[in-house]
């Protein structure tokens, strides 16, 4: 686990702490510079981003050590209360951590996700692919898909970074994008990551403990995110909490921050805004 922060010459500047779940490498990269003008990101590396080829099987056996690991990295940075975002699955590890620690978040931001990763989301993001996707983009999928074996055949050890790769007309509002650049030299470890994505995250229940989400929320979905899927599978968790605002992205899939970056920033930062105002 490491952290980066942007370097920031305003130093004077009083800044909002914000704790970002997930690669470093990668969400450095996919963030846009201008968050160091309005925050102080921290960049959290979960044992799946890290590589460890002694290690065999699962760094994690249950979110409940993932919690902790970030816990502890609060604890290293001296944080008091901050920010919490999670993008993808990771926002599953923020959400739990928020539930244990309901005392240090200002507020929680989960960016493109589904509440799980269970066959019925896979199914309603599918419909919605279906659905919204024109015939080029579907075409373009199926050719990228029928590519992907022989590139782990290749190189297995990037097999999590080439399918992520060949999604791309499920991933960005472009379906042509190549983000090979946000994951240059980013290290993966695969148990990890299939344990984490293929088992803890299709049996998460995000519903549970919301009586611990006492702080606000903000949802960010790109309307063209064909791999979390339509954010009205949210509505019922949704409504159980106290205090959600959600901001849907009209031309980013499942990466807002990079496809408008302006707009993404613009979305947090009147959020917090209207919080601080409460």
Excluded at 140 to 156: E, V
Excluded at 257 to 270: K, N, P, R, Y
Aim: include cysteine; charge should be negative.
């Amino acid at each position: 686990m490491m952290t980066e922060e942007f370097k920031n010459p305003h130093q004077s500047i009083q800044r909002t702490p914000m704790l970002i779940v997930g690669s470093h490498l990668f969400y450095q990269r996919a963030f846009p510079e201008k968050i160091k003008d309005h925050f102080e990101p921290h960049f959290f590396d979960h044992k799946g981003f890290v590589q460890n080829e002694q290690l065999r099987d699962s760094a994690y056996q249950g979110l409940e050590a993932i919690v902790a690991d970030i816990e502890a990295f609060r604890l290293k940075l001296g944080l008091d209360r901050f920010l919490l975002f999670g993008h993808s699955g990771h926002a599953y590890m923020a959400l739990e951590y928020a539930k244990a620690f309901p005392e240090r978040i200002m507020g929680l931001i989960l960016c493109a996700c589904s509440p799980n990763l269970s066959q019925e989301s896979h199914q309603a993001a599918e419909s919605y692919f279906l659905e919204m996707a024109d015939g080029y983009r579907q075409e373009l999928f199926g050719q990228d898909m029928a590519g992907l074996r022989d590139k782990i055949h290749a190189d297995p050890y990037r097999r999590f970074v080439h399918f992520v790769l060949s999604q791309k007309a499920k991933n960005w509002f472009d379906p042509t994008y190549d983000a090979a650049w946000l994951w240059q030299d980013v290290p993966t470890h695969l148990p990890t990551l299939d344990f984490v994505w293929g088992r803890l995250f299709r049996d998460y229940q995000a519903d549970r403990d919301l009586e611990e989400v006492s702080f606000p929320v903000l949802f960010l979905q790109g309307k063209y995110d064909f791999v979390a899927g339509p954010h009205a599978r949210w509505a019922g968790i949704a409504a159980k909490m106290p205090k959600v605002t959600t901001v849907i992205f009209e031309k980013s899939g499942h990466y807002p921050m990079v496809e408008q970056a302006d707009e993404f920033l613009s979305g947090i930062c009147t959020w917090l805004g209207k919080l601080n105002r409460a």
